[in-house]
């Protein structure tokens, strides 16, 4: 898929699509928006306005309040691609979004998702 499809998507299509993921898995909706929140700088208003609005995928991001600096330390591969090595900014943003979701769904414990310090 091209990017500028992904990036045309509106974020009410995929918004759900995240939460079912985790879901399935025994985690909450509201494990996904403190992801969410934690990497884009959103509230949990301002993501749920946009999966009840028709905003892009792509815009979601590029209107993000303040992304996260410790985003910088998610590494791993999802769809087969090393997400610390995409050059093209916003699907990185994108994939980093991915790869959160995914430990969420693995199982793995909120601190370490949210890249804490112990």
Do not use: H
């Not at 898929?1 to 079912?20: G, H």
């Not at 700088?41 to 410790?70: H, M, T, V, W």
């Amino acid at each position: 898929m091209n990017s500028e499809k992904v990036y045309n998507m509106e974020f009410a299509k995929l918004y759900p699509l995240l939460v079912q993921k985790a879901e399935r898995k025994g985690r909450t909706a509201e494990e996904v928006d403190t992801i969410i929140s934690w990497l884009t700088g959103y509230q949990a208003e301002d993501i749920r306005k946009a999966a009840a609005g028709s905003i892009s995928y792509g815009d979601f991001f590029r209107n993000a309040p303040q992304l996260n600096p410790d985003r910088k330390l998610i590494k791993g591969v999802v769809c087969g691609v090393r997400v610390e090595e995409i050059e093209e900014p916003l699907m990185r943003e994108i994939r980093y979004l991915d790869k959160l979701v995914d430990e969420l769904a693995k199982g793995k414990a909120m601190e370490k998702i949210l890249r804490k310090k112990a």
